[in-house]
């Protein structure tokens, strides 16, 4: 069993930074695939990024080059920085885990949210 805990959300202007975490429990999170998704309000949730236990980074087209994932193995924690925020970055957003690394998401944290105003 993962749990995992997102902290780091808030509000923040336009064109502004924020740098979410994601704490993760359990012996296995160095070879677990790890990614950030998000839900904005009336809207379905969206893949953000991932980073795979190989250090492999993938981004959504809609925040490459804003945003960077990254992660300390040692410390059990995955981050996302983001940078020139913009309106439309705003929702809730979740960490997730891919304990088996099969491409499945099987554990998710509660959220943090992220408001970003114009």
């Known amino acids: 069993q993962v749990q995992l805990v997102e902290s780091g959300g808030g509000l923040v202007q336009a064109g502004g930074s924020l740098r979410l975490s994601c704490a993760a429990s359990?012996?296995?999170?160095?070879?677990?695939?790890m990614g950030w998704f998000r839900q904005a309000l009336g809207k379905e949730r969206e893949f953000v990024a991932t980073i795979r236990s190989s250090g492999y980074v993938y981004y959504a087209d809609s925040v490459k080059g804003r945003f960077t994932i990254s992660r300390d193995n040692a410390k059990n924690m995955v981050y996302l920085q983001m940078n020139s925020l913009k309106p439309e970055d705003t929702a809730v957003y979740y960490c997730?885990?891919?304990?088996?690394?099969?491409?499945?998401?099987?554990?998710w944290g509660q959220g943090t949210q992220v408001t970003v105003s114009s």
């Open positions: 997730a885990a891919d304990e088996r690394t099969t491409g499945q998401w099987d554990y």
């Open positions: 359990g012996r296995t999170f160095s070879r677990s695939n």
